[in-house]
Nanobody
Framework: QVHLVESGGGLVQAGGSLRLSCAAS????????VGWFRQAPGKEREFVAR????????DIADSVKGRFTISRDNTENTVYLQMNSLKPEDTAVYYC???????????????WGQGTQVTVSS
């Protein structure tokens, strides 16, 4: 079992930056990648980025490519989402999750954190 805790959300003006953290604990034997997803009010949860747990290879959604980066600190088992040049449309609750398979598909993710709110004002 994997336990995930997100932090780092908040209110920021358009053009600003935030760094989200996803602290992981538990058993990682079945973890293939850690992903960040977001869910805006009235919308479905969507893929943002993921990182492969052992190879650190990153995969970024086209909608945020060039503005968001994902990284992992292996000493602390923490995955970060650095968000730059934020836009009002980035406003959402951001969740991290783990999947035992290399996938962007939300249905492949079996453990989730509680989420952290990101609000970007115009």
């Amino acid at each position: 079992q994997v336990h995930l805790v997100e932090s780092g959300g908040g209110l920021v003006q358009a053009g600003g930056s935030l760094r989200l953290s996803c602290a992981a604990s538990g058993r990682f034997v079945s973890v293939y990648n850690v992903g960040w997803f977001r869910q805006a009010p009235g919308k479905e949860r969507e893929f943002v980025a993921r990182i492969f747990w052992t190879t650190y290879i990153a995969d970024i959604a086209d909608s945020v490519k060039g503005r968001f980066t994902i990284s992992r600190d292996n000493t602390e088992n923490t995955v970060y989402l650095q968000m730059n040049s934020l836009k009002p449309e980035d406003t959402a609750v951001y969740y991290c999750g783990t999947s035992p398979r290399p996938s962007r598909n939300i249905n492949e993710y079996d453990y989730w954190g509680q989420g952290t709110q990101v609000t970007v004002s115009s």
